[in-house]
Structure formats: structure tokens, C-alpha cells
């Protein structure tokens, strides 16, 4: 089992960075591919983007060239590094992990392991 610890979330203005990070505990994650989710009040959880086992990268069209992911295994934690935030970058983001697949997936129902989340609100 892998539990996983999102942190950093907050509030920011339209234009700002944060940085989240996903901890993760249990076992190594150096055979997962990891990936970030986003809720938002009344909507469907979404894709935001993912890291493989070996390191390739998948982002959303919403968020390409705005966010990168990464990966540091010997610290077992994933990283989400997001740039030039929108007031439509509000929600819930959720770490998740996988290790079924041989490529990562875009649906959440493909995935294992989640984090419990934490509140990205940015301010117009």
C-alpha cells in the first residue's frame, strides 16, 4: 500500500506560482507512475497531468506550459510546479498513484492510491 500527502496548496493571486508537493510513504514509488487531479466545486474530477515510472511527462492542454511535474524517487515525492495560475485553476488538487499499467492513464478510475488533497484557490 502507498499512502500519499499532498502540501502547498493556497491562496494566490492570478499570475502567481506554487509549488505542491506529494509525499509518499508505505512503499517506493520509483515503480509508479504518478499523477495530479483536480476537483472543483460542482464539477467532474479531472486530469491534470502525469509522470511515468521512467520519467515521461503528459499534461492537460489546460495547463501545458503553465505546469510541470516531477518526480524526486530517493525523496519518494512528486512534484507540481505551477506558473501563471488562473482564477480557473481553483480546486482540489489530488496526488494518485498507479502501478497496474505500463502506461500512465488520464482517467482517475485507473488509479489505486490517492492523496486526501489540498485547496489551490487563485484570486482574479
Known amino acids: 500500500q502507498v499512502q500519499l500527502v499532498e502540501s502547498g496548496g493556497g491562496l494566490v493571486q492570478a499570475g502567481d506560482s506554487l509549488r505542491l508537493s506529494c509525499a509518499a510513504s508505505?512503499?517506493?514509488?520509483?515503480?509508479?507512475?504518478m499523477s495530479w487531479f483536480r476537483q472543483a466545486p460542482g464539477k467532474d474530477r479531472e486530469f491534470v497531468a502525469t509522470i511515468s515510472r521512467n520519467s515521461n511527462t503528459y499534461y492537460a492542454d489546460s495547463v501545458k506550459g503553465r505546469f510541470t511535474i516531477s518526480r524526486d524517487n530517493a525523496k519518494n515525492t512528486v512534484y507540481l510546479q505551477m506558473n501563471s495560475l488562473k482564477p480557473e485553476d481553483t480546486a482540489v488538487y489530488y496526488c494518485a498513484a498507479d502501478q497496474k499499467y505500463s502506461v500512465p492513464g488520464r482517467s482517475s478510475f485507473l488509479y489505486d492510491y490517492w492523496g486526501q488533497g489540498t485547496q489551490v484557490t487563485v484570486s482574479s
Open positions: 508505505g512503499r517506493t514509488i520509483s515503480s509508479y507512475h
